[in-house]
């Protein structure tokens, strides 16, 4: 049977030799990070005036919904690719937004120093966790489901103060559970106990299960996995990927070249005019599954310019599930289907 690639995880890389610091003691864990921005907004809210955010022109519409659904207006600020490489991003002027979220996308730390003048500063770690934690904002906040087997994997804390309604979260038994019970589908079938695909079935309805309000608590079995999660390992595995992914196909890639900081959630690549559909179909006939960051929603008031990398974008796989030969095999599917 030919080696799956992509698609949802079914385990997590724990160290033996303890926590690995990353989180502040004081984290609040939420069932996602979703649920996590939706406390920040409401933290915010209590304390001072919030009627519009500054939000990059390149995120998932998971980002812009938490802010519209309490009347909050969002400003967008264009991320486009750079000549050479990487991408530039024009924040806003200076007190244009009550509020500016910041991200290092794909885990690569191409950012510079934040200006001025961005009001309160929300910094979103989902992709640049293992990458680097700026200390240069008021809130930080995640999801780790795209990092391994997470039920919840919601995070989130505040640089100064503690968020008031952390105590009265409450998790969500049922969805915990159908995720964990997906979990264990995926594992039987990728180690060959198990012919059923079923799990594909089983994490579509948990995703569905969840829902943004009212806000859970993340699981405890979750928060103990995230503080022992063998980021060297993490980090070693991915790097060697996208290092074999970027030999061949650096001309495709967003980032041409790895950062000594960078950690890639993926590899992402803009595919040429019209043929994305084409490469992905090739993939998938091959058991090769490629996720697109980000559809393009009716929340995105973008400009031309920026909307042109949501036509292109494809996210290849790199994580520590795989190796050298799977990446290799990736690459030729990739090429071929491009001709």
């Not at 915010?44 to 309490?70: D, G, K, N």
């Not at 770690?125 to 906040?141: K, N, S, V, W």
Request: hydrophobic share 40%.
């Amino acid at each position: 049977m030919m080696k799956e690639i992509g698609s949802e995880f079914w385990t997590a890389p724990v160290c033996a030799a303890g926590e690995n610091g990353l989180f502040p003691p004081d984290t609040v864990w939420t069932g996602a990070g979703r649920q996590a921005l939706t406390l920040i907004i409401e933290d915010i809210r209590a304390t001072r005036p919030f009627h519009t955010v500054a939000l990059p022109s390149w995120c998932c519409h998971t980002m812009i919904e938490p802010f519209t659904e309490l009347g909050i207006k969002p400003l967008f600020y264009d991320v486009l690719p750079a000549p050479g490489g990487g991408l530039t991003r024009r924040y806003p002027a200076p007190g244009k937004a009550d509020a500016t979220l910041v991200m290092d996308h794909f885990g690569y730390a191409d950012e510079g120093p934040l200006p001025d003048g961005l009001g309160v500063v929300i910094r979103d770690l989902t992709q640049g966790i293992f990458t680097r934690i700026p200390d240069d904002a008021d809130y930080c906040f995640g999801s780790l489901r795209k990092w391994g087997a997470f039920a919840t994997g919601g995070f989130l804390w505040k640089r100064e103060g503690r968020l008031r309604p952390s105590a009265e979260l409450t998790s969500d038994l049922s969805y915990i559970e159908a995720r964990r019970a997906a979990f264990a589908r995926k594992a039987a079938y990728i180690d060959g106990s198990s012919s059923d695909k079923g799990f594909l079935q089983a994490f579509s309805a948990a995703n569905d299960a969840l829902r943004p309000r009212p806000v859970r608590a993340g699981d405890p079995a979750d928060e103990a996995v995230a503080r022992r999660l063998d980021v060297s390992a993490l980090r070693a595995a991915r790097r060697a990927n996208a290092a074999v992914l970027l030999e061949r196909l650096a001309g495709l890639a967003v980032w041409p070249k790895l950062g000594d900081a960078d950690c890639p959630l993926f590899v992402p690549v803009l595919i040429p005019d019209g043929k994305r559909d084409a490469v992905r179909r090739a993939c998938i006939e091959r058991q090769i599954y490629l996720p697109v960051h980000w559809p393009l929603s009716p929340s995105h008031a973008i400009g031309e310019a920026a909307a042109r990398i949501y036509e292109r974008e494809l996210s290849l796989v790199c994580d520590q599930r795989y190796d050298e030969a799977d990446m290799e095999r990736l690459c030729e599917t990739v090429l071929g289907a491009l001709g």
